[in-house]
């Protein structure tokens, strides 16, 4: 039997007492209520409605399992391909996963009038069309209404936000907190969404990765781009109602199109990496052609605008840039959470961290390489899949990816054996020099008893020996430094090729200070992939500890 995964998710939100028993009527707010819909109260009788957006994994840290990718390679400079980790807010019933809310429409001038008050909205709003929102009654309030809000600058939302969230918190009606979901019995709240959230859930989220879709442009076929989006080929420029077009796979409007939605973050030339500029709006608006819509695509609006007319800087205001809420939780809300997540670092810490986009950039250059290479593999096999035409092609370009694999994990092996074993040769001789610097100084202690027994002729002998033992302590320490700066490098490989060069090492006719170099080399590498910290101070401790008493 094949189980829908939208009915899965619905079925989740029941179980998590979400108000999704049945669809609701029609409202202005929610014109194409659904199963799952989660709905928050708004004043003047109106609402907010979201749709619970499944993230996989039951743990806090998530693993490879949530690991996605984002960017088009087709697309701009600012689109390009990267690898993140998408994680939820809230976590859904029987650990089937984790959840975060997005608003099912965006926000509208009615939501925010609802809220704000009309006054407050013909003062912030920058778009002609609103001044005449007073003038109109009947069905022409409401369709403008419904419009997406737009024209309003950046101080106007974190208002708008602010005021939403402190409506729904007033403790004098505890009833409007009902609907929101909770971690650990504290409530979520309002805010914008990340550009992770967005684009994951743009994309079609869990239900489009299980279908093979999730890397496509556009979650819809392009010939049915028109249902599902207000885009400049078929809106004329102009913003239309919530609700008109198709919703996605994740029962999301206008997601592409109509306006383009803030996101919570500065823009950065990458989701990553780069300048912080201005706010980073995605999904385009009805100036955006269709043949630029696509779900990676990322514009940045402006806090503040120049004129050069006036020759100052304004506010700015984007008549074709509105918001879509989200509702989040804070990372820590209790300090018994704080222990929980702590406990679950450990073990993400040290298992599947490493494997993250986070870990592998910490990753030696060659092994990032190679995380690029198996990107290269999925991107092939999914071309193979929608166009057997070119299937020779691709195969015999698959196979070159595959040698240059081969040569790229051969190359991290030798790598990795070279410098373990230089590694192994410092820590042997940091030992020796330890070693014989311990014996120096016991003897230097005998004399000294011998010189205040028998007077200065010893005193010479003293000297000598003690200079001996500085000389060997400061030996080992050279040998320390140089081993602490292998042991760095070593741990910038993967924990297989380490394993495989310390292996390779442990079976040769080792001494016994080379057996004892080569546990403790075992136990530094280990820590540094945990910390990415040269611990010299730590390390030396370690070496004086085990070579002040073992015997040549």
Known sequence: MIV?????????VLAAQVNAAEAPAATPANPKPAEGDLTLPMPADTTMVFRPILVPGKSFWGGEE???????????????????????????????????????????????????????????????????????????LQAALSEPLSGIGWPAVEAFVHAYNQWLFDSGHPERLKNLPRLEGVPGYLRLPTEVEWEYAARGGETAIRAGTFGDAIPVPAASLNNYAWHRDNAKAKVRPIGLREPNALGLYDLLGNVQELAAQ??????????PGGLVARGGSVLTPAKELRSAARAEVGIYRWDPDRQRMEEQRSL?????????????????????????????????????????????????G????????????????KNQALSTELTRIKSYIE????????????????????????????????????????????????????????????????????EKRQNASEQLDAYA????ELGEYGNTYVDQALAVLGKRDLSERERTAIVLLANHVAQYRATRRISREAWGNDFEKQYGTVSK
């Open 4 to 12: 829908h995964p939208i009915k899965v998710l619905a079925a989740l």
């Open 66 to 140: 949530r690991i996605i990718q984002l960017g088009d390679p087709d697309g701009g400079m600012f689109e390009g391909l990267q690898r993140v980790q998408i994680n939820g807010s809230f976590p859904a019933p029987g650990d089937q996963g984790w959840f975060y809310y997005l608003g099912k429409y965006e926000v509208t001038k009615g939501q925010y009038v609802a809220l704000m008050g009309l006054d407050a909205l013909l003062a912030q709003s920058g778009n002609p069309k609103d001044k005449e929102l007073a003038k109109l009654t009947g069905q022409g």
């Open 266 to 275: 500065h823009f950065l030339p990458e989701i990553w990496q780069g300048k």
């Open 320 to 368: 074709t840039t509105g918001i879509r809420l989200t509702i989040g939780s804070d990372v820590i809300v209790s300090p018994n959470y704080w222990q929980t997540l702590q406990t679950g670092y450990d073990a993400y810490k040290a298992s599947i961290r490493a494997n993250t986009p986070v870990g592998l950039t910490l990753e030696h250059p060659v092994a990032q």
């Open 370 to 385: 190679a995380s690029a290479v198996g990107m290269a593999h999925a991107g092939i096999d999914e071309l193979m899949s």
């Open 403 to 470: 040698q240059a694999e081969q040569k790229m994990d051969q190359a991290q092996q030798e790598s990795a054996r070279s410098l373990a074993q230089d590694a192994l040769r410092n820590a042997a001789n940091a030992g020796s020099f330890l070693f014989g610097a311990t014996q120096m100084s016991a003897r230097a202690k005998e004399l000294e008893e011998m010189v205040k027994q028998l007077g200065d002729r010893f005193k010479d002998q003293l000297k000598l020996v003690k200079d001996k033992a500085a």
């Open 485 to 488: 700066k292998r042991v760095a």
